[in-house]
């Protein structure tokens, strides 16, 4: 963090340039900490700064209070630049109580703003984190941390005292209090959260009026207390013109189909059964039935799995999502798409495993999965975005494969893009490839497994159609004819027929973008929603004068043609995962090159700082 | 396109030829699916349907080669998953006459828990379970329709499981078309098939089939000539339950809530039990009748009307399109908060 001290005008207190800082909120479950940071997200979004979330909460509904296990948190960071993660260590922590203390204070960087609410270091939420003292009693804290203690909860009552409502409800606001106080300290506009708070509690006033009281008595209290001596400004960032919406992974995906769904004129089904962190993604679809999508909750993840093929052999976009658990069960219908060659797009939203593992946490342990976790020879393609906001071209880019292939198309997403959001540059719909479907109808010379040269499709032909009438299913059939068929050498040329049909997707792949030199001491691969910490620790190690590149895989099967020649460019290969070394494998395998791996597996996003370390020794190391 | 109209094109003057495919069949000789075939292949022609908009969808089992044998579309797909597929299939396409082919094995084991959402949905489909009691293809292993102690390759000491009734388990499950038929009586199962694919929603047929290589003469009791004379119930709506040899009626009464067998002669016309297809309650006590204490019914247990899944889903959809107009991706992009960077 780079600080300019410019004296603000107008302002008794000094107003201090930042060009990045990164925040967090940290309270109980039942502390409204994700609405706190969402709030402060739309502020910075006005305030024109480029940022990126990092939601954190747990699997329980309604956590016990005050209990290390129930701590919920929401990180951002923001700047005046290219922000491409949530950010490692915190310039700013606020935490309600002391679990959250407890949880999140070893992230916090020495120096750092801490701001606690003191009202809740009482005896009981003490005993509950495990505290034998108040840890606000050590003066070691503020010696270590600009540490401002606040008690919000009094201070918010006092803001409610006259309004009809019950103690809990009015307690219940003091996170406005926190939102409102750390707006003063980043000068964030409070006119957002103002404006979403008088349509939100439209039909409750008073709560409308509690909100607003606190959140301004909040930001007022920062504005006079005598303990705040400064206060930040966060620049807007230089981004690309354009109008921007914030936007979480999981919506994009959504979003990305419907927008196939218009494009393609076909009727999209979505089978779902409802997982974490998957179940918004069926959520927003089930929302948006005027674009001929439909959603079916089923009974199971294979039902899902089930009805989407149904729907594809119908003629329709077939998709499914999921979380790796539910992935494993739908395995065997997958195979059912790939030998019956129909299109079918799968979502696996990564988490945290194996079994039910971390249902809430991010994780990037499903590559293999995706890849091989079917039985026999079952290749898929494998898609996989980058950022939040990418979700959407690859949704839309998955449907566009499947249907030209007649191909499975996985998308492995995960928790931290499905949850996280970023300012995103609203696309123009017609600017998006154009998604062909052609159904067969001429009978002449009408076989079902008859493949199209290029692509090695077979025709999709819509059931209703006069005299195409055909039998498909999952046992072994002859290529051209589609009749069953049990001939070895038959069936050794449709494995290698399927397989080869997935190569192909090769001819959709865009040349490779290398950030950075063409050639050079290091290149660090990665795949997924790694991009970010691996973008910000390359570039770090370009402005450090290292000869870094970076190239981030959005398409895992098959490769991208040219990476092979790009991979040998490098004197070595650097690969980070949230796994214990998936991608390494894979091109370690098809390229015999000595890659290496960089693995952390702990259910959160990479830090930017950890893959600087891991490059900077692999720099200075011999090949 | 309209929810679920399957009848909405004029469909040709067809024979049972013409539903015919030209794959070799497969099953073993004397099974009883031959039967079953030929009998869907002749009423197909009287359902009204044009044959590329019958679409046939099986799981895994002798009884799942079906599609193949028949000149319509088909989709052989995975074990017990027929529902969920057929299920995907309606709802993209409810213009399309779609049947389910499944067995005893693949409908009620590992499909079961489909089965249970697809009759609970109401998906119109025309489901066809064929149990022999037994499965064939893995070669003699007892299925969940096999009777208690059965004595298989699995069980050389005789099962543990009780079997489950495929008819109570459909009523129990809220199905909204129930019927029993055998595959030795032709007729008869030309007349279920036709009632059951013209029934508005799940359909669901048991087919007593016998299965001649691992489980010969399971339904004997109505095969045999002089047992199914005295076994066999023909359930007709309006219609007093009946049966027995002539010189000999029988009558099933209720004796509280309690089913019971009597001479007819000995009762008054007003104690019989006058079979009423829309009496779900009716029907699931005549479910559980079975021989020697009973008599073995045959016919539509229960047909009855309630909203069917897809078109209540496409109601939906259609209302949405009607009061907003349909869906435009640039207006959904740039809705709700947004902001300007020039």
Same mark, same amino acid.
């Given at each position: 963090m780079s600080e300019t001290a410019t004296p603000a005008t107008g302002n008794r207190k000094s107003l201090k340039e930042l060009d990045r800082a990164v925040i967090r909120f940290a309270g109980d479950s039942g502390d409204g900490m994700q609405l706190t940071g969402e709030q402060f997200t739309t502020e910075s979004a006005w305030a024109g700064n480029d940022l990126a979330t990092l939601p954190n909460f747990p699997a329980e509904i309604r956590a016990p209070a005050g209990t290390l296990f129930g701590v919920s948190s929401f990180q951002l960071q923001f700047g005046s630049h290219r922000v491409y993660t949530p950010g490692d260590r915190l310039d700013c922590l606020v935490a309600m109580n002391p679990a959250a203390l407890k949880v999140h204070l070893r992230d916090l960087k020495t120096g750092g703003l801490l701001i606690v609410n003191t009202q809740a270091f009482e005896k009981r939420n003490l005993d509950r984190a495990g505290y034998a003292t108040n840890p606000l009693d050590d003066p070691a804290l503020a010696e270590r941390y600009r540490l401002h203690k606040v008690d919000m909860t009094g201070l918010t009552l006092e803001a409610v005292k006259d309004l009809p409502l019950d103690t809990k409800e009015k307690d219940r606001t003091k996170n406005f209090f926190a939102l409102g106080l750390v707006s003063w300290i980043y000068t964030r506009p409070l006119e957002p959260t103002l404006e979403w708070m008088k349509k939100k509690f439209t039909k409750n006033p008073s709560i409308a009026e509690a909100n607003t009281r606190v959140l301004k008595a909040g930001h007022a209290y920062g504005e006079t207390a005598e303990i705040f001596g400064e206060h930040y400004a966060v620049e807007a960032a230089e981004m690309p013109p354009g109008l921007y919406r914030a936007m979480t992974g999981n919506r994009a995906l959504a979003w990305g189909l419907l927008a196939a769904a218009q494009r393609s004129k076909v009727p999209l089904v979505y089978g779902a059964y409802p997982i974490t962190p998957a179940s918004e993604i069926l959520h927003e679809l089930a929302l948006h039935k005027r674009f001929r999508v439909r959603t079916i909750q089923a009974e199971d993840e294979i039902a899902a799995v089930s009805a989407a093929i149904g729907a594809a052999f119908g003629g329709a976009i077939g998709v499914t999502g999921s979380s790796g658990p539910g992935i494993a069960l739908k395995g065997e219908a997958i195979g059912l798409a790939v030998t019956a060659e129909l299109p079918l797009v799968i979502f696996d939203i990564q988490r945290g495993g194996p079994s039910t593992g971390l249902p809430t946490k991010t994780e990037q342990a499903d590559l293999m999965q995706a890849l091989y =976790?079917?039985?026999?020879?079952s290749p898929v393609v494998v898609l996989a975005p980058a950022t939040p906001g990418d979700c959407f071209y690859v949704a839309y880019e998955a449907v566009r494969i499947a249907a030209k292939y007649m191909v499975p198309v996985m998308v492995l997403s995960d928790g931290f893009l499905a949850n996280g959001s970023e300012p995103w540059l609203i696309p123009e719909p017609e600017t998006l490839p154009p998604i062909e479907v052609q159904f067969r109808t001429s009978s002449e010379g009408f076989f079902p497994y008859l493949r199209d040269p290029a692509t090695l499709a077979r025709p999709w032909v819509r059931p209703g159609t006069p005299g195409l009438e055909h039998r498909i299913g999952g046992i072994e059939k002859q290529d051209v004819t589609g009749n069953i068929s049990y001939d070895p050498e038959n069936h050794d040329h449709m494995v290698r027929t399927r397989a080869e049909k997935v190569r192909r997707v090769a001819q959709e792949i865009p040349p490779t973008t290398i950030n950075?030199?063409?050639? =050079?001491d290091l290149l660090v691969v990665g795949w997924g929603g790694t991009y970010g910490a691996i973008t910000a620790a390359v570039e770090r190690a370009q402005t450090e004068g290292k000869s870094v590149a970076s190239v981030h895989l959005r398409h895992l099967n098959p490769l991208p043609p040219d990476l092979g020649h790009i991979l040998r460019e490098y004197r070595r290969v650097l690969v980070p995962e949230i796994n214990s070394g998936q991608l390494v494998r894979v091109l370690r395998a098809e390229y015999l090159v000595d890659a290496v791996g960089f693995n952390r597996v702990r259910g959160l996003p990479l830090a930017s700082e950890e893959i600087s370390e891991a490059v900077n020794q692999l720099v200075g190391s011999p090949a | 396109m309209s929810p679920s109209a399957p009848e909405a094109k004029e469909a040709p003057k067809y024979t049972k030829k013409d539903f015919e495919s030209d794959q070799d069949v497969r099953w073993c000789p004397g099974c009883g699916d031959y039967a079953i075939l030929a009998a869907v292949q002749k009423t197909m022609p009287d359902l009204g349907v044009p044959k590329e908009n019958i679409v046939f969808i099986s799981g895994i089992g002798c009884s799942s080669r079906f599609p193949y044998y028949m000149n319509t579309y088909g989709f052989h797909t995975i074990h017990g998953r027929a529902p969920a597929i057929a299920t995907g299939l309606r709802l993209a396409r409810p213009d399309l006459k779609v049947f389910v082919v499944t067995g005893d094995g693949d409908g009620l084991s590992i499909g079961g828990n489909h089965m249970l959402h697809v009759l609970r949905r109401n998906v119109n489909l025309t489901i066809l379970l064929f149990n022999n009691r037994i499965y064939g293809l893995t070669k003699g292993q007892y299925s969940p329709t096999s009777e208690f102690g059965k004595i298989t390759k699995s069980t050389p000491t005789g099962s543990a499981d009780r079997p489950v009734n495929p008819l109570a388990f459909a009523l129990g499950c809220g199905a909204t078309f129930v019927a029993r038929t055998v595959d030795r009586n032709i007729q008869h199962m030309e007349e279920m098939l036709r009632r059951a694919a013209h029934h508005r929603g799940a359909a669901f047929i048991e087919i007593l089939q016998n299965c001649n290589v691992y489980n010969d003469l399971a339904w004997n009791v109505i095969y045999d000539k002089e047992s199914k004379l005295q076994y066999e119930l023909r359930l007709e709506p309006g219609k007093p339950l009946l049966f027995g040899p002539p010189d000999d009626r029988r009558a099933v009464i209720m004796d509280g809530v309690v089913p019971k067998v009597v001479r007819a002669r000995e009762v008054p016309e007003s104690a019989l039990w006058i079979h009423d297809e829309k009496n779900v309650n009716a029907a699931k006590l005549l479910a559980d009748l079975f021989a020697p204490d009973f008599p073995v019914p045959i016919g539509v247990l229960a047909a009855v009307d309630a909203p069917v899944y897809e078109e209540v889903m496409l109601e939906q959809e259609q209302k949405a399109i009607s009061d907003r107009g349909p869906g435009d991706i640039a207006k959904l992009l740039t809705s709700g908060d947004t902001w300007k960077i020039s």
């Open positions: =976790g079917r039985n026999s020879e950075g030199p063409a050639t =050079g | -």
